[in-house]
């Protein structure tokens, strides 16, 4: 299946190769000047950016797949040539080269430093100042696969021949089966509420050679809080200290201010930071591995904050710093206060100073994010591994027109539209009305809010379920999996109605604990008092 469907390239037809031409015939000029035993194989519909995309294209298995593997170390490159079933362990690495705080480059980074896109690292045109290492099982191989110096190109090849034109230094430097099962539960698990991870090799990498890794969400104190921030959020941060990561909540006073909440009112954010806090505590949030930083006292002992800050403005163009203007909840406008340029340039200089190795938010986060990733290299600061949280769609549908990530920004749910969220101490009554009034089409699991309720927060702290209906239309259901619960909706073996007074019913039941703290605790109340006697602004 290797040569079915491709086409052999030469130096009469590169033009059939739509990107990375130039590359090709470096690798071409090579294989011809060296008399190498190697096969140049276009698909030039075809792009090859990861291990599935190969093997569907390529058939045979991950052991008959080269990789090149761009690393970096203090900013100094370094390639690791492994075929696709070995997972690099980066302490053997270490220890073999001598090299330390190795990790994988970034898109920037490989086109800077490599001169290449993903997917057209070829291991016969690797700059010779570029050292490069070897997995020993890599040259066991009869043949491998792997790219031609275009995500297009394939170059089939013998492992050794390869040796006849590179100095490679050879090692041991895979990880052990063991290791590589224990990540890739913790991976699932981070998959559990991960929308989108940023990128995954680097996270594995983390679970391979950090020992105690930081995690770290902002949240600006706005007023009342809401289930995704309060209980969906102490579940996600619970998840992630249950892996040993470290996790920081940047209390962000100040950036409250810029965003005129409680008209900058610093004493008034204050003090709704203060209630959060509170609310994650009655939630259960793991607090002997949490850390709450205020954004004020930070700032004012670490002056320095202000100097990256400038460093990033230096290196972000307006319009790409305006883009980021969704992390704020306001629309890209040039009429908006001068702070909304300000906000992303400080939000991502945080992620540096809280030394974070994620930067753990959600999907409308992500332009900022994506941002620290882009500039952060060229400050030869760490760029951050980008975990997604999904967002909890509002209980009221809102119709919209977008598509991908800015559809989820508007349909999630607002503070400022009360009915389509549950407070954290929304009273019984509140939640039923609120469930009972929710979108919830029969037999419909996208845009479904009260089925992502059930996935999100009620099958997270419950082991199963029991919908209670009379016995003229079933008698009482026991359902134990979320995913049980979703084919018998989408079934319609379940009545939308039957659906939203049982998530109803589960909710109450875990806000109940959470609303007597607040009724019980003299701190707790009196904090909930002063909360709900501030006039909210935007």
Request: aromatic share 8%; net charge positive.
């Amino acid at each position: 299946m290797i040569n079915k469907g491709k086409i052999v390239v030469n130096e009469k037809n590169l033009d059939i190769i739509p990107i990375g031409k130039e590359n090709v015939k470096k690798v071409l000029d090579v294989i011809k000047k060296n008399k190498l035993k190697a096969e140049v194989l276009a698909h030039p519909d075809t792009k090859v950016t990861n291990l599935q995309i190969h093997l569907d294209l390529y058939g045979g298995t991950p052991e008959q797949v080269m990789k090149c593997l761009c690393m970096v170390s203090k900013n100094k490159p370094l390639v690791v040539i492994a075929s696709g079933e070995i997972k690099i362990d980066t302490d053997k690495l270490s220890k073999f080269s001598g090299l330390k705080d190795i990790r994988m480059a970034t898109k920037e980074e490989l086109e800077k430093l490599f001169g290449r896109m993903p997917g057209a690292v070829d291991p016969l045109t690797i700059p010779k100042e570029i050292n490069v290492f070897a997995d020993k099982k890599f040259f066991g191989k009869e043949y491998v696969v792997g790219s031609a110096g275009s995500p297009c190109v394939g170059l089939k090849i013998n492992p050794k021949e390869i040796l006849k034109v590179r100095k490679i230094e050879v090692a041991d430097l895979a990880e052990d089966n063991k290791n590589t099962s224990d990540i890739d539960k913790k991976i699932g698990i981070i998959k559990s509420f991960a929308e989108e991870i940023i990128q995954e090799d680097e996270l594995r990498e983390l679970f391979r050679s950090k020992k105690q890794i930081i995690a770290y969400d902002g949240f600006e104190p706005s007023g009342n809080i809401h289930i995704a921030q309060g209980l969906m959020r102490a579940i996600t941060v619970n998840k992630l200290t249950s892996l040993g990561i470290k996790f920081r909540f940047w209390v962000a006073d100040w950036f409250g201010m810029l965003n005129n909440k409680f008209e900058g009112d610093l004493n008034k954010i204050r003090i709704v930071g203060e209630y959060f806090i509170e609310v994650w505590k009655a939630c259960g949030l793991d607090m002997k591995n949490v850390e709450f930083i205020w954004t004020s006292d930070f700032i004012k002992q670490h002056p320095e904050y202000w100097e990256t800050v400038l460093k990033l403005s230096m290196h972000a163009s307006v319009q790409r710093v305006l883009r980021c203007s969704q992390i704020m909840g306001r629309e890209d406008s040039i009429n908006n206060p001068a702070a909304q340029i300000l906000y992303p340039l400080m939000q991502a200089a945080d992620i540096h100073h809280l030394e974070a190795d994620i930067a753990q938010l959600g999907l409308d986060q992500r332009k900022v994010n994506m941002l620290a990733r882009e500039i952060f290299p060229k400050l030869g600061f760490k760029p951050p591994v980008v975990i997604s949280h999904h967002m909890l769609l509002g209980l009221q549908f809102t119709e919209s027109n977008l598509e991908g990530t800015d559809r989820k920004i508007a349909m999630k749910m607002s503070k400022s539209k009360p009915d389509t969220a549950i407070f954290m101490t929304d009273t019984k009554e509140d939640v039923f009305r609120k469930f009972s009034k929710a979108y919830c089409p029969e037999g419909q699991e996208q845009d479904n809010p009260v089925l992502e309720y059930a996935k999100y927060i009620v099958f997270e702290k419950y082991n199963k379920i029991i919908i209670e209906r009379p016995a003229k239309f079933g008698g009482n259901l026991e359902v134990k999996s979320y995913e049980e619960l979703r084919d018998l909706f989408v079934d319609k073996k379940i009545h939308p109605m039957d659906l939203k007074n049982t998530i109803a019913k589960y909710i109450n039941e875990l806000l109940e604990p959470i609303r007597n703290n607040f009724e019980k605790n003299k701190k707790a109340r009196e904090l909930k008092e002063k909360v709900e006697s501030f006039k909210i602004t935007r």
